[in-house]
């Protein structure tokens, strides 16, 4: 699908590899609707693209709750008359498996795996009887391999990838123009590793202690570590025009990953995913 002056809806928009892209698209010549929980970085966003020419707006968005997405559909029809884009990319981390209260799993699976299907579900019908649309789902490396210390973000982008596969053979039955890709990157550079910052009050007293601020230190310096959020836009715009469903800008690492997967379902040890690697780009 060709972007230029097509409507692009972007959640986790304000920062990070969802600010990337629609910086990316602008310059194709998308209009954009940018969604975000935090109303400060949304205006700054919008206003800086505003600045350098893009036709964007921006909508507080909590891509948990339903009602939000689809108030993000119904601003994107309301100011540009159509909406040819999702790209589900709000996006928090995680803990561990042991010991995660289940506060924890429910704040993280609401934004990672129901803020997605928000968004298949709001949007993907109108794709259809407009016989034009992309929809791009943000998992990540974490969603091909596990991994120690990611439980519930672990869960969450195995269950994307599932999702958009099974979205994938659902369009090609119905031989449907719609396409659909999921972006499965290693360690980026975002602020994804501070995602602490939006969790409930409630789950203070668990992120204080020691083991969970051990992981949260090293998930810093690996994201630090990571490639630009630019180099994944790029990958993300190129997958939507060309109609392709994997987006890995980490390719060697994603598919050693899954090779390893492969040996050891037929005997071979158990992989350890390489953390180094997974924060270079292909």
């Known amino acids: 699908m060709d972007v230029q002056g097509r409507t692009a809806v972007i959640t986790g928009g304000a920062s990070g590899i969802g600010l990337a892209t629609a910086k990316r698209l602008a310059k194709a010549g998308a209009r954009l609707v940018l969604g ?13 693209l505003g600045a350098d020419g893009a036709e964007v707006i921006g909508v507080h968005c909590d891509v948990a709750k339903l009602a939000d997405v689809e108030a993000l559909r119904d601003a994107a029809l309301d100011v540009f008359g159509a909406a040819h884009l999702i790209f589900n990319n709000a996006g928090v981390g995680g803990g561990p498996v042991i010991g995660a209260p289940m506060e924890l799993w429910r704040w993280v699976h609401g934004v990672n795996l129901d803020g997605v299907v928000h968004g298949v579900h709001v949007f993907l019908p109108l794709f259809l009887e407009q016989g034009e649309g992309h929809v791009v789902n943000t998992a990540s490396l974490a969603g091909l391999g596990g991994v120690p210390g990611m439980g519930p973000y672990l869960t969450s982008k195995f269950a994307v990838v599932g999702l958009s596969e099974g979205l994938f053979y ?16 290693g360690f980026v550079n975002t602020r994804i590793h501070e995602s602490m910052r939006n969790m409930p009050g409630t789950l203070a007293s ?12 090293f ?26 469903f994997w987006i890995l800008p980490h390719r060697h690492v994603a598919v050693r990953t899954t090779e390893l997967r492969a040996e050891w379902m037929q005997g071979a040890r158990a992989p350890m995913i390489d953390l180094n690697a997974a924060t270079r780009g292909n």
């Open 170 to 185: 659902e369009l090609a039955m119905l031989e449907s123009p719609v396409g659909v890709s999921v972006l499965a990157p």
């Open 206 to 217: 668990w992120e204080s202690q020691d083991d969970v601020k051990a992981v949260e230190s």
């Open 36 to 48: 975000d929980i935090e109303e400060g970085p949304l205006d700054e966003a919008v206003a800086n």
């Open 219 to 244: 998930a810093t310096a690996a994201v630090k570590a990571g490639i630009d959020p630019s180099v994944v836009a790029d990958e993300v715009h190129d997958a939507i025009v060309s109609n392709s």
